[in-house]
């Protein structure tokens, strides 16, 4: 292999019968990183992580791990550990007999099996369980069950499919940080997929984010939140204001923007953007700022307030601006804004994201 990943996925396409579900996907992943495959339901996560485990074959491509192509390589002895959705416990076996299964598949010696078992029970605070069945036990705790049976047999890797989808948000929350935590201890490679992007947002090194069975973009969480390369990524990823435009006149690192409502706007230009070129300008609602006159900003939109949520410690105002309906996050110890109001939506050049069209 050329280069030093850890885990390849090179070329690699997946059909179904006549269905594409994967085409020419190229992915690399580094040793010891922490990364998520996030996109919505059906964008072939799933499918490229049973690749990786060995549920699953490519119809074409090479999937590597170090320098071993695994295409011939039974799940079993790949050395990756799995956590799935459903946590797939054994229901007759204990909690120990669960965390063992992958130690007697192995043919790992009884005083060993019990001497890991152990271990791993302490990592994922369960000691106190291990006589009982996974029905004994709540969501949050079988899902550790599940989390240590995937750790048992000190893997390289460990996949976790929406390892965290049926828990609620509270436990779920926690699980995140628990996760990350043994993460940073153990430096194990992670494959984590979720469909939740704050989730994604969270816990990754790098995020690599889905759309039809391809990755649209793949960079650290603050780079796809902040500078995200296409349409679909900057809407999946958090709320935005996205604006159609077409660039009129470019200075520096600045470009004018004629948009639908025949207003210019000036915001920061993309690399290689060119006059008369079609665009979309990302605002993110915590960049837009309501005001009661023009002046503090590069661009304003006059405009009413058409409704009002309350969000704990912030307000998400939905404004009505000829054809953008604009969201605005706003402090709650701000003005006491009301719905109908004419306020401007004032925002700066250097807080817009340019995507081209
Ligand atoms: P995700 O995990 O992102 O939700 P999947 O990888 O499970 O997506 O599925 C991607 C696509 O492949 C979906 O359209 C799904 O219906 C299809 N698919 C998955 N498994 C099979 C299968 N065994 N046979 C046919 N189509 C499948
Ligand atoms: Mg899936």
């Known amino acids: 292999m050329e280069n030093n990943a850890h885990i390849r996925f090179d070329n690699i396409s997946k059909f179904y019968g006549d269905v594409k579900i994967i085409e020419d996907l190229d992915l690399n992943i580094k040793k010891g990183e922490f990364i998520s495959l996030l996109g919505p339901s059906g964008s072939g996560k799933t499918t490229l992580l049973m690749m990786l485990a060995g549920f699953e074959s490519a119809t074409k491509g090479t999937v590597w791990l170090n320098d071993k192509a695994l295409n011939d390589i039974p799940s079993y002895k790949r050395n990756i550990g799995v956590v799935f959705q459903n946590y ?16 007697q598949m192995r043919g790992v010696s009884k005083a060993e099996i019990n001497e890991k078992v152990e ?16 029905a004994q036990l709540s969501g949050g705790q079988q ?35 628990d996760i990350r935590a043994l993460h940073q201890r153990l430096g194990v490679t992670i494959v984590f997929v979720t469909h939740d992007q704050e989730e994604a947002l969270t816990m990754s090194d790098r995020i690599a984010v889905f759309n039809k069975g391809n990755i649209e973009q793949i ?16 809407e999946f990823i958090g709320a935005t204001n996205l604006i159609e435009g077409k660039i009129t006149a470019l200075q520096a690192d600045k ?35 309501l005001t009661q006159q023009s002046g503090a900003y590069d661009n304003h939109f006059p405009t009413t307030i058409k409704d009002i949520v309350y969000l704990g410690n912030h307000l998400r105002v939905q404004l ?38």
């Open 88 to 103: 797939a416990l054994f229901p007759h076996m204990t909690v120990a007999q669960n965390i063992a299964f992958p130690l």
């Open 119 to 134: 271990k791993v029970l302490g990592m994922v605070q369960l000691a106190a369980m291990k006589e009982r069945k996974p």
């Open 143 to 177: 899902q550790r069950v599940a989390l240590a049976r995937a750790l048992v047999f000190e893997p390289e890797v460990i996949l976790m499919d929406e390892p965290l989808g049926a828990l609620d948000k509270q436990l779920r929350e926690q699980m995140q940080l």
């Open 219 to 234: 960079a650290s969480p603050r780079e796809i939140y902040d500078r995200p390369q296409t349409k679909f990524v900057a």
């Open 255 to 289: 470009a004018q923007v004629l948009l639908a409502n025949k207003q210019s706007i000036w915001v920061q230009a993309a690399k290689d953007v060119s006059v008369n070129e079609d665009v979309y300008v990302s605002v993110r609602p915590e960049k837009l700022h």
């Open 320 to 357: 009505d601006e000829n054809a953008h309906h604009f969201i605005v996050n706003q402090d709650r110890k701000a003005v006491e804004w009301t719905k109908g109001a004419a306020v401007v939506a004032g925002f700066n050049a250097a807080d817009c994201w340019m995507i081209k069209r």
